[in-house]
């Protein structure tokens, strides 16, 4: 298998986070930036600053700028982007490929600029080739081209291992780039044609249970398998990468486990009590068939993502039925 350009990454070399540190967070009243939050606030007691697109424009260089001029952060997690689901992804992939081209682009310049001193940024496990033989090791990254429904969104996320390999040879800027699997969790999107499938499964459950409607038609047979891993857990090892790990290699945060859809799909009805049927629409995509992440490099540091999908699926589906009445979710 091909390797990219740096196959080490140094654990020996730690950074200290102190009261003087100014943490910044893009894209942090995201999915994952609402968990990451939580996880820093507890981690630490520097201040720790969330900005969104309502904040800074990102896709443009004043705005990337501007942010490190008004935010003086001395480290950054960096996870703003354009995202959503496979079918919103094949339906514009103009917008997903020079909005994420962009952002990335000019958020890395514009930290190496402002004299950041660390940088940890994440891209989709939908980066890797879409022959990717499982479980997907970090070193089949540039073996191919990614799933064609996603690639104009997964190739330009995929462009942020280039920019930060590039700045660490050339200006020795620490950046750090992890590739998390199939998140789920609080505060995700469940907007039917922006959402993952676990989102979009649990409202078409809830509200066809509620509706009492007969059926749920569901995408494709049902086949594909899928790691899932919770996004609690995934915040969680963030402190860990801000501090120990030195490397622009990407590492793979996973639970490293293999679900099939349609057994999530009876997992998530049984959960929302839905007793209706289950109709798969198999004119629709599956996408990729089998995506298994190896986390064999996560575990050979002593970490994991412990929270197994059954009780992540019940603290998720609590949250929903939580907070859907309440106007808290993305609908």
């Not at 917008?95 to 402002?114: C, G, M, P, Q, R």
Request: net charge neutral; charged share 25%.
């Amino acid at each position: 298998m091909q390797q990219s350009p740096q196959e080490d990454y140094n654990t020996t070399i730690q950074m200290t986070v102190t009261d003087t540190d100014r943490i910044l967070v893009t894209g942090a009243t995201g999915f994952l930036g609402s968990h990451v939050m939580k996880a820093l606030r507890s981690a630490y007691s520097t201040e720790i600053i969330p900005v969104s697109s309502k904040n800074y424009e990102l896709r443009t260089r004043e705005g990337a700028e501007k942010m490190f001029a008004e935010m003086k952060p001395t480290i950054v997690v960096h996870l703003a982007a354009h995202v959503g689901g496979i079918l919103s992804n094949k339906k514009y992939p103009v917008e997903f490929y020079y909005d994420n081209i962009l952002i990335n682009t000019h958020v890395v310049h514009s930290a190496w600029k402002a004299g950041v001193k660390k940088m940890v940024m994440t891209f989709g496990g939908c980066s890797y080739p879409a022959n990717a033989t499982s479980p997907i090791d970090e070193a089949q990254m540039w073996n191919g081209f990614p799933q064609k429904e996603s690639a104009a969104y997964s190739g330009a996320k995929k462009m942020q291992h280039i920019q930060s390999v590039a700045y660490r040879e050339e200006y020795g800027f620490n950046s750090v780039n992890l590739i998390p699997g199939n998140m789920y969790g609080e505060y995700d999107n469940y907007t039917l044609e922006h959402s993952h499938v676990i989102p979009a499964l649990i409202r078409k459950f809830y509200e066809a249970k509620r509706d009492g409607k007969p059926s749920v038609p569901l995408f494709g047979t049902g086949k594909p398998k899928r790691d899932f891993v919770y996004a609690g857990d995934v915040a969680a090892l963030f402190p860990y990468f801000i501090e120990k790990y030195d490397s622009s290699e990407p590492i793979n945060i996973s639970s490293g486990t293999t679900t099939p859809i349609s057994e999530l799909a009876e997992t998530i009805k049984k959960y929302i009590g839905f007793e209706g049927k289950l109709e798969w629409d198999t004119s629709k995509p599956d996408g990729q068939m089998v995506k298994i992440f190896d986390v064999s490099k996560l575990s050979s540091l002593g970490l994991s993502c412990p929270t197994s999908l059954d009780e992540g699926l019940r603290k998720t589906i609590e949250w929903f039925l939580r907070e859907y009445d309440k106007g808290g979710v993305r609908l």
